[in-house]
């Protein structure tokens, strides 16, 4: 029997999809990938 996810499970599932998506564009056209680190906004590239 398959548990039913709960609304944070969805959330959480949705947020991670998106991340991959996006990573893989930035990736694929070459751009960095902004995060935020240590109280800053810092360009990584995408690996």
């Not at 398959?2 to 944070?8: A, E, F, G, Y």
């Not at 947020?15 to 902004?34: E, F, N, T």
Request: without cysteine; hydrophobic residues 45%; proline residues 2%.
């Amino acid at each position: 029997m398959k548990k039913r996810m709960t609304i944070q499970d969805k959330a959480e599932l949705a947020m991670k999809k998106a991340v991959k998506k996006v990573v893989a564009q930035h990736k694929k056209d070459g751009r960095p990938l902004a995060v935020w680190e240590n109280g800053k906004v810092r360009k990584v590239a995408a690996k």
